[in-house]
């Protein structure tokens, strides 16, 4: 089975299959609530943090992330493809004298080098980061829950077959959510008549 | 002070989240008062005498500046060296302190970034329009072309091209990354729906799951690793480009790490001028605290050193040279010329009143620190003449000798290139939150290291996650 | 009926009487005959449809009139008429004349499109005859060149101001439609006839008076002695000069007996010993600049070399004081005393008599004690006097010949006879009269022997009831002579535009400049050059003589008329659309025809030639020159017991001098910007005239350069003059330059002027004429401050190895450093370290230079001829002063000597430095781009807008370049310029220059253009560019390239001639004008080019910052070598050391340089 937490993420705000999602302001709690939700055998966890948390990687089992070994190969790549451009501009295409150095000087195409090879390694960075996090422009994006970025944290959990939207409310409660919300895609499932319940610590 | 290298701010005990959201992002939302009104238009007022003047440069011609034949550099080159020093800094709060896991950083990196972003651009201008033809400038970027005629690489202003053009679209994504989960603040905040949709556009949709922060401090921390070659290479490279000439006073190999040394001091006594009434003005003082201010001082005065050994430097190395015309330029020319006083007056800025801060009392009083910023801010504006116009002026044939002076238009340029710096430095603090509030967050919120553990107790082996 | 087409106007109009039917033929009968009618009907010209004064209307309704007047339009008609209307329609494209373009269907002989055709010719500067060679383009003058034909031009070299008469040629401000007559204070235009009819009947009675510049050719004597006859017992002809040679003069009549100015041969002595100025003074000319070129050039092999020596004594530093081995100051009243002491010293010597008078005004004058000279370190004889007397015997023993010389502006009048009196003695006791001295026959020349006091004087009587006044303006040159010139009934004003003179006169007749109009001069005795035109001429002038000869036609005089032709439509008029004035159908005998009929006739019998006349008169225009042998025996000098030697007695106050200025001689050149941009030899100031003072005098005073001082001399109002402290000037002595000041020489003078400018005006300082050497005068400062713009930003050397010196005794005691052009590798002689292994090869040619500063007379004539063959533009005072000059090839001038350290320019001196800067010592160093091996410009260069060419010239390629100015800023001779702003388009500069501001207002408020286009659409500047060199726009940055398009022509004659073009067939523009051959251009790859072995030669030779910078420069300096006694540093070994350094360099070392 795919591992969800390391699948490809998607552009929407929320997780892509219904869910319960647990709101925390504490983010002990969170990471506690994390913890469990993993030793629970629980798949498909999606967390979201309003600013980056010590630890939580492990904890939901995330892996270092790929994008380092494709910008340094671009990076040398682009050494290669910029000293090539200065070699071929002045040994090959114009063999011109200037201030009689010979045409080859590798002391002086350094700097056009490593400033190409990096230049081009922070952009394919940039967009690797975009690509990894799928980030496009959306104006009208509309967020899971209001405070998210802010002081929030959430834990989403899937309703499966052996965990249905019922459960995981009564499972976030025990776990000191703030808030627990019942994806309303899950409506006809869990026959509840509100969509969102609220529930006060 | 304290000694710990982590966080050198205790948070106050009530600090919330919410409350630094709050406190952080209530610039952006509140109307601004009329003290911001009257320097942001002051601002865009020399921003446009700036752009007058450049738009005279093209019609009549880069005569109507103080340059000559002797002195080909004047004013723009100056100016823009400045402007480049003050970015290196802000590059150096954001990068290199990051790969030092200088976690007080975050309370300032967001506003040297946006320093860095806005000098740039100031700088950025300065070398395309100080040609003749500056229409034609595009000719220095290696494009493809039917006559096959790409850039002259032996050309170390082609190394500056390649330089700037790499750090200022460095510096702008690497600002840019580190303010969209911000942004998505901003964007979650905001009330009216077209500050929701242009927040929106800008946050690019950012959720804030536990991958995507995942990728997100990868690639930053890639950035820091990508930004601090190209930031010590890009001042190099400037060095590089005076110091391959053969001018007296500019053929030196001490050059890149005078120059780069020089920028930061000059840069930070450029970020302490900015904070310093920024954190006041915007109650920000608990994020940005006299520590920080210290912090910031203490490695000005470690740079200011390295400058003045290099200054001392220059000149030993001009005497035992025994070249007339090395002695020529510093010895006499540099120190009794008839531009002396600009000497005079960079040491005194430099040197001298950089001591200063040896004192802690100085360090920690807001009126000490300003004082020394502002005059290394003038010092190395100074400097950078020094070096430019007055190795020019007195080069090797004595017939050629010049004196430069300033033309009306060149004060155009020069407060017109604060006017623009700041018209974009103002903004920004209305638009944009001026801490980054997720890092902030990040620092302020949790123990300083977190060794983190399951509900077992079994331990992860991860010592320490977060770099920020 | 067969229809003849002709293929130009000047095929048609041939036979003007034929041409009606010839243009029948071409059209259709019908439609001609209405075009025709309609033509005769508006008065147009049967040339052109276009005529002046139409308005769009007036066309509208000929156009209107023309279809009606047709029978019927057919097919071919129908085009006929739509030819027609275009016409008219570009006719009446506003009252601007459109250009006329004319089709080379018919090539005039001997012209190919593309190449130049050269013309000789002859030119004056102040009077002196040069021969020149033309170079045009296209039926444009653009170069001026010396005539290699010319036995007075050293193979075709050519001096400053002549070649800078191009620019007057296309001077905007010339008159250009017609005479004027007087109306009021103003003038209005008058028809040439009405001018001849109204000159005409002023001269038929009365005394009629013609007043001249110098006149030598054979053509313009025999037009006076015609005049003369003309109007018998009535006629009065005098020469007026600025500078007159009257002294010198009245002198050679005191001691030989016979009337004559000596002319001077330099290159036959050995030693000259000159008091005065020999090069700058306004009296000599490029015949004495080449023959002292030859004197100072370093002879023989580099073992036993020698040089001519050259004494001066002199109060103010002059470009021969500067070009001196040694020089002496003295007192400017004194000069007379210091020659009749060293003629006693040498009459002593040689065993001849000292005259008399000479012997009792020495006894009166107490002596050469009295002169207080400062004696000559390390000489033996210290003494000046002494030394120089000892060098004279010493040549005349060893059978050489010398040279002693007295003259320049100051030295002209009648209180400098005593100092001409012991020049001509001493030449004389010297054997030098024949060989050095040539006197010219009494006679030859009509030169201002003072009839031209007694004219004005006269005509101040009001006893002259027309006065003519032709080639000179006494107005400017001698303001006291205005009240007598208005007493005068009728005033003729042959000028080529309103100067000082003409603005009094009653007609102001325009003449023709020297290149559009004919002539001759007579150089020197038996040295006949002949001047033709090479344009036609631009404007609607005529040439002064025929003039003349108009008017003594006119009033009835039988002498210059002829049966009147009808006039012929050369294609010349047609095509400039001028109806010239042709003397023959005026009844006029032609200037041409006069010229021709000298030439043929009295010349043609001089020389002996036994040529048919044609053929005599077609060599000589070819020459241009033509020598015949006279036999000049020397006359015995016998002093005349009138002369009266007498010495002024020492000045108690300060003493004035009046010199003329170096640039503008006497002023007629001062609406020429390339002149006025010129810097002056001595001080490098342009764009203006200013007082030279002494250091001493200054600190005594507190007076620095640029000071504005009032300056007064008895009897005349005070007048604001700038102020330079000029090194080596005699402290009590002030140096005024003349030739500045003008008040209507043209828009160049009066922009300068008014553009916060001093017009000093020197000749108004004093009545008197010839001017006086020496007057009293003081000085007060006023408080403001002028900046004098000058092109050489400091004029010391401090210590640095730039401008070599070295001491012709002690130079052989040092090996030469290295052969030049020579590159070793690391440890070798020459070999310079480098971190790039390879060196690049030259495989054909490597251009190169020699720069010889022993011969260099500072005289800027390559400058000039730089900026004509490459278009240099001018920049204005403003940018001058901002060091934006952009001269190609500039002229250091650095002064050495042993003044203390603290001296880094006049400003602020202290006493003892301003002693020291009393004897400094003077090197000219002409530098141009180095084309360095090593180009420290070419890899600075993003663009690839300069780089090296396989012929060793560092290429700047101007539609590259971008502009960043690293180049510039990275070249250590600072030779590379740059366009500001769009500088080919400035006449005297940014137009309204002051602040950019000021400028930038003014152009878009008045034209919404820049003012300067504006003034370009009216300018034929334009016309005097060289094809051949781009016209550089702003923001691009320029240089010298060796003259690249003379180089390349030499391969592509290669390729086409199949051989190797010998030395010496090409050279730059500089290097072939050079009057004393300084400059020396040819391939480097040639071992046996004068390039390769003037620099072998000497032994002297050194590459400029070679050894510092490793730039291996193309370029070797000769370095300066002074014949004279080594000073005791010298003598202790210092001198000609291997690093270069001399020694008074090395002692300066210790300060730190």
Redesign the interface.
């Known amino acids: 089975m795919v591992d969800p937490?390391?699948a490809p993420?998607t552009?929407s705000?929320t997780p892509e299959v219904p869910y319960v999602a647990g709101f925390w302001?504490d983010?002990q709690a969170f990471?506690?609530a994390a913890?469990?939700a993993r030793?629970a055998g629980h798949t498909g966890i999606?967390?979201?943090?309003?600013?980056?948390?010590?630890?939580?990687?492990?904890?939901?089992g995330?892996e270092?992330?790929f994008?380092?070994r494709p910008?340094f190969a671009v990076?040398i790549l682009f050494f290669i493809i910029a000293y090539h451009?200065?070699y071929h501009?002045?040994v090959v295409?114009?063999p011109m004298i200037?201030?009689g150095?010979p045409f080859h000087?590798w002391q002086?195409?350094v700097?056009?080098t490593?400033?190409?090879g990096?230049?081009l390694?922070?952009?394919v960075?940039?967009l690797?980061?975009?690509h990894?996090?799928?980030?496009?422009?959306?104006?009208?994006?509309k967020?899971?829950h209001?405070?998210?970025?802010?002081?929030t944290f959430c834990l989403a959990l899937p309703i499966t077959a052996s965990s249905d939207a019922q459960s995981l409310v009564a499972w976030f409660r025990r776990l000191g959510s703030d808030e627990v919300e019942v994806d309303e895609r899950a409506g006809a499932a869990s026959a509840r008549d509100e969509h969102r319940e609220v529930h006060h610590a | 002070m304290s000694s710990d290298t982590h966080a050198p701010s205790v948070a106050p005990v009530e600090l919330?989240?919410?409350k630094i959201?709050d406190d952080i992002l209530a610039p952006v939302f509140k109307f601004p008062p009329f003290a911001w009104w009257g320097a942001f238009l002051t601002a865009a007022g020399l921003t446009g005498a700036l752009f007058l003047a450049f738009a005279?440069h093209c019609?009549?011609?880069?005569?109507?500046f103080?340059?000559?034949?002797?002195?080909?550099?004047g004013n723009y080159i100056v100016t823009y060296v400045f402007w480049i020093g003050i970015a290196v800094s802000g590059t150096l709060v954001s990068s290199i302190l990051f790969l030092f896991r200088q976690r007080w950083r975050n309370a300032i990196n967001r506003s040297t970034e946006a320093m860095t972003v806005f000098a740039v651009s100031v700088a950025g201008l300065f070398p395309a329009l100080?040609?003749?033809?500056p229409w034609?400038?595009y000719?220095?970027m290696?494009y493809p072309n039917d006559l096959?005629?790409?850039?002259?690489?032996?050309?170390?202003?082609?190394?500056d091209?390649?330089?700037i053009?790499?750090?200022a679209?460095?510096s702008v994504?690497?600002f840019y990354?580190g303010l969209?989960?911000d942004l998505?603040?901003v964007?979650?905040?905001a009330k009216h729906p077209l500050q929701?949709?242009?927040y929106?556009?800008?946050?690019?949709?950012?959720?804030?799951?536990?991958?995507?922060?995942?990728?997100?401090?990868?690639?930053y921390a890639?950035?820091a690793w990508?930004?601090t070659?190209?930031v010590l290479?890009?001042h190099s490279?400037i060095a590089?480009l005076l110091a391959?000439?053969?001018?007296p006073g500019w053929h030196s190999t001490v050059f890149p790490p005078y120059f780069v040394s020089g920028a930061i001091f000059g840069g930070l006594a450029m970020a302490l001028a900015l904070l310093i009434p920024m954190r006041a003005a915007f109650q920000l003082k608990q994020y940005i605290t006299i520590d920080h201010l210290e912090r910031i001082a203490k490695i000005m005065l470690a740079c200011g050193l390295i400058v003045t050994y290099v200054y001392i430097t220059e000149f030993f190395t001009a005497w035992y040279s025994e070249?007339?015309?090395e002695?020529?330029q510093f010895?006499?020319y540099r120190l009794s010329g008839p531009h002396a006083w600009a000497w005079i007056l960079m040491q005194t800025c430099n040197t001298l009143i950089p001591q200063l801060l040896w004192f802690r009392s100085v360090r920690r009083s807001i009126g000490g620190l300003m004082f020394v910023a502002l005059a290394i801010n003038l010092g190395m504006w100074l400097e950078r003449f020094v070096i430019s116009c007055l190795s020019?002026e007195a080069?090797?044939?004595?017939?050629?000798?010049?004196?430069y002076t300033f033309?009306?238009?060149d004060w155009f340029i020069l407060l017109g290139s604060f006017g623009m710096f700041f018209t974009m430095f103002l903004g920004f603090i209305r638009v944009a939150p001026v801490i980054s509030?997720?890092?902030i967050?990040?620092v302020l919120?949790?123990p300083k290291r977190?060794?983190?553990s399951?509900?077992?107790g079994t331990n992860?082996?991860?010592s320490?996650?977060?770099r920020? | 009926m067969t229809k003849t087409y002709w293929k130009n106007a000047a095929e048609l109009l041939v036979d003007p009487a034929a041409a009606p039917a010839r243009r029948a033929d071409e059209f259709g009968s019908d439609v001609s005959l209405a075009i025709s009618e309609l033509r005769t009907k508006h008065g147009l010209t049967n040339v052109s449809c276009e005529s002046e004064g139409n308005t769009p209307a007036e066309l509208d309704r000929m156009r209107a009139e023309l279809h009606e007047a047709l029978p019927g339009v057919n097919r071919r008609g129908f085009l006929r008429l739509t030819g027609a209307a275009a016409v008219f329609t570009l006719a009446a494209c506003g009252k601007k004349k459109p250009d006329t373009f004319v089709p080379w269907a018919e090539q005039p002989e001997g012209t190919t499109i593309g190449n130049a055709v050269y013309y000789s010719s002859t030119l004056r500067d102040s009077g002196q005859p040069v021969g020149v060679m033309v170079k045009t383009y296209d039926g444009r003058p653009i170069k001026i060149e010396g005539n290699p034909d010319h036995p007075l031009t050293g193979g075709g070299r050519c001096d400053t101001q002549t070649q800078a008469a191009l620019l007057n040629l296309y001077d905007p401000d010339r008159l250009q439609d017609g005479p004027r007559s007087r109306a009021g204070d103003d003038f209005k235009s008058i028809t040439w006839d009405d001018l001849d009819a109204a000159v005409g009947s002023a001269l038929k009675q009365g005394t009629v008076a013609l007043l001249t510049g110098p006149l030598d050719g054979p053509s313009h004597l025999a037009l006076v002695a015609d005049l003369t006859k003309a109007f018998p017992g009535r006629f009065v002809h005098a020469v007026h000069q600025a500078y007159p040679r009257a002294g010198e003069a009245a002198a050679r009549t005191l001691s030989f007996g016979e009337a004559g100015l000596p002319s001077y041969r330099p290159e036959s002595a050995d030693l000259m010993v000159s008091f005065g100025d020999f090069l700058g003074g306004g009296t000599t000319g490029l015949a004495e600049q080449i023959g002292f070129g030859d004197l100072r050039r370093l002879k023989g092999a580099a073992t036993d070399a020698t040089s001519g020596q050259v004494i001066v004594f002199e109060p103010t530093l002059s470009q021969t004081g500067a070009c001196s081995d040694v020089r002496v100051r003295v007192a400017p009243d004194q000069l007379a005393l210091a020659a009749w002491s060293l003629a006693e010293l040498v009459a002593r010597d040689v065993g001849a008599t000292l005259p008399s008078q000479a012997v009792k005004a020495l006894a009166n004058a107490g002596g050469a004690a009295q002169l207080g000279l400062k004696p000559i370190a390390n000489a033996d004889p210290a003494s000046p006097l002494e030394y120089a007397a000892m060098r004279l015997v010493a040549a005349k023993n060893a059978g050489r010949h010398s040279l002693i010389y007295s003259g320049g502006a100051s030295q002209c009048g009648a209180d400098s006879v005593s100092l001409h009196l012991a020049t001509a003695f001493l030449n004389a006791i010297l054997g030098n009269d024949g060989v050095t001295v040539i006197a010219s026959p009494a006679g030859r020349a009509l030169v201002d022997n003072g009839e031209a006091q007694a004219l004005i004087e006269r005509c101040a009587q009001g006893a002259v009831d027309t006065l003519i006044i032709s080639g000179a303006n006494p107005a400017y040159t001698w303001p006291a002579s205005v009240a007598a010139l208005k007493q005068v009934k009728t005033l003729v004003v042959l000028a080529d535009r309103i100067d000082e003179t003409a603005h009094l006169a009653h007609f102001v007749v325009p003449t023709l400049h020297g290149l559009e109009s004919w002539g001759d001069a007579e150089a020197r005795p038996g040295i006949y050059s002949l001047q033709q035109p090479c344009i036609p001429p631009l404007w609607d002038c005529r040439a002064a003589e025929e003039s003349l000869m108009a008017f003594a036609v006119a009033a009835g005089a039988d002498a210059f008329r002829v049966e009147a032709t009808k006039p012929v439509a050369s294609w010349v008029s047609v095509v400039s659309r001028r109806p010239l004035w042709q003397a023959t159908a005026h009844g006029v005998r032609s200037w041409r025809d006069h010229v021709r009929t000298q030439w043929t006739g009295a010349v043609r019998k001089a020389a002996g030639a036994v040529a048919d006349e044609r053929a005599f008169w077609n060599a000589a225009l070819a020459k241009g020159a033509l020598v015949v042998p006279v036999q000049t025996k020397p006359a015995n000098y016998s002093l005349s017991s009138q002369a009266q030697i007498s010495f002024p007695a020492p000045a108690s106050g300060p003493r004035l001098i009046l010199s003329a200025s170096r640039t503008m001689r006497d002023g007629a050149w001062l609406n020429n910007a390339w002149l006025q941009e010129l810097p002056d030899p001595v001080s490098k100031i342009t764009w203006d005239g200013y007082l030279a003072i002494s250091p001493v005098d200054a600190h005594a005073a507190g007076i620095v350069s640029d000071d504005v001082v009032s300056l007064t001399v008895n009897g005349k109002p005070a007048i604001d003059v700038p102020v330079r402290v000029q090194e080596g000037n005699h402290p009590g002595t002030m140096e005024l330059f003349l030739g500045w000041g003008r008040a209507r020489a043209g828009r160049v003078a009066d922009l300068t002027a008014e553009n916060g400018g001093y017009r000093v005006n020197g000749f108004e300082l004093v009545d008197q004429r010839p001017l006086p050497a020496a007057l009293d005068a003081t000085i007060a400062k006023t408080g403001a401050r002028y900046q004098l713009a000058t092109t050489?930003?400091?004029?010391?050397?401090?210590?640095?190895?730039?401008a070599l010196d070295e001491v012709l005794d002690q130079r052989l005691t040092a090996a030469p450093e290295h052969a030049p052009w020579k590159n070793g590798t690391d440890g070798e002689a020459g070999g310079n370290i480098s971190m790039w292994g390879t060196h690049h090869v030259y495989p054909g040619h490597r251009w190169g230079m020699t720069v010889d500063m022993n011969t260099c007379i500072g005289c800027n004539a390559c400058v000039v001829a730089c900026n004509a063959e490459n278009n240099v533009p001018v920049v204005g005072r403003d940018?001058i002063r901002?060091?934006?000059?952009m001269h190609w090839i500039?002229i250091?001038?650095?002064f050495t000597g042993t003044f203390d350290r603290d001296a880094r320019g006049p400003v602020a001196v202290k006493a003892k430095t301003a002693e020291s800067l009393l004897d400094v010592e003077v090197v000219n160093?002409p530098?141009m781009c180095q084309q360095c091996e090593n180009a420290?410009c070419e890899?600075?260069?993003?663009?690839?807008a300069t780089m090296h060419n396989d012929e060793g010239i560092s290429l700047q390629i101007y539609n590259?370049?971008?502009?960043?100015?690293?180049c510039?800023?990275?070249c250590?001779?600072?030779v590379?310029?740059?366009?500001?702003?769009?500088y080919s388009k400035y006449r005297a500069g940014?137009i309204g220059s002051g602040?950019?501001?000021t400028?930038?207002v003014t152009n878009v408020t008045t034209s919404g253009a820049?003012s300067s286009q504006a003034e370009l659409a009216h300018m034929p500047l334009m016309l005097m560019l060289n094809p051949e060199v781009t016209v550089r726009s702003?923001?691009?940055?320029e240089k010298c390239n060796f003259c690249i398009q003379r180089t390349r022509t030499i391969r592509d004659r290669e390729k086409s001639e199949n051989r190797r073009i010998p030395d010496g067939e090409v050279k730059t523009a500089c290097a072939q004008t050079c009057p004393t051959r300084a400059l020396v251009f040819g391939d480097l790859s040639d071992p046996a080019s004068e390039v390769v072995t003037t620099a072998a030669r000497t032994g002297t030779a050194y590459r400029l910052?070679d050894k510092?910078?490793n730039t291996r420069p193309s370029v070797a300096y000769l370095k300066r070598v002074r014949n004279r006694p080594p000073t005791a540093d010298e003598a202790s070994g210092h001198a000609g050391s291997p690093d270069g350094a001399p020694a008074h360099q090395s002692a300066e070392?210790e300060n730190?340089?």
């Not at chain 2, 391959?244 to 001018?247: K, L, M």
């Open positions: 937490i390391n993420p552009t705000p302001k983010p990471k506690i913890s469990a030793d999606q967390a979201y943090l309003p600013y980056p948390v010590h630890g939580i990687e492990p904890i939901l995330l270092r992330s994008i380092g910008v990076s451009m200065q501009q002045q295409n114009f200037y201030g150095k000087t002086l195409f700097v056009v490593l400033e190409t990096l230049l390694g922070a952009l960075n940039l690797l980061c975009f990894t996090c799928r980030l496009v422009p959306n104006p009208a994006f967020p899971m209001p405070r998210l970025s802010d002081d | 919330t989240a919410a959201t005279l019609v009549e011609g880069i005569g109507i103080g340059i000559n034949s002797t002195i080909g550099w100080h040609t003749g033809r034609v400038d000719w220095l290696p096959d005629l790409w850039p002259q690489f032996k050309s170390p202003i082609i190394w091209v390649f330089a053009t790499g750090y679209t460095t994504i690497f990354l969209i989960p998505a603040t964007r979650d905040r929701k949709m242009i929106g556009a800008l946050a690019m949709g950012w959720k804030g799951t536990a991958s995507d922060w995942r990728h997100y401090e990868r690639s890639q950035f990508l930004a070659p190209l290479g890009m490279t590089t391959v000439g053969q001018v070249s007339v015309y002695r020529g010895l006499w020019l080069d090797h044939l004595p017939a050629n000798w010049s004196y033309s009306g238009w509030i997720a890092e967050k990040s919120l949790q977190i060794h983190a399951r509900p077992d992860t082996g991860v320490e996650v977060n920020g | 050489q930003g400091h004029d010391y050397m401090e210590g640095r190895p730039i940018e901002n060091s934006r000059e500039r250091d001038r650095y160093q530098v420290p890899p600075v260069c993003p663009a690839n590259r370049c971008v502009g960043t100015r690293y510039a800023n990275n250590p001779y600072k590379r310029r740059f366009n500001w702003y769009e940014p602040s950019p501001v400028r930038i820049t702003r923001g691009v940055m910052l510092e910078l070392k730190g340089g």
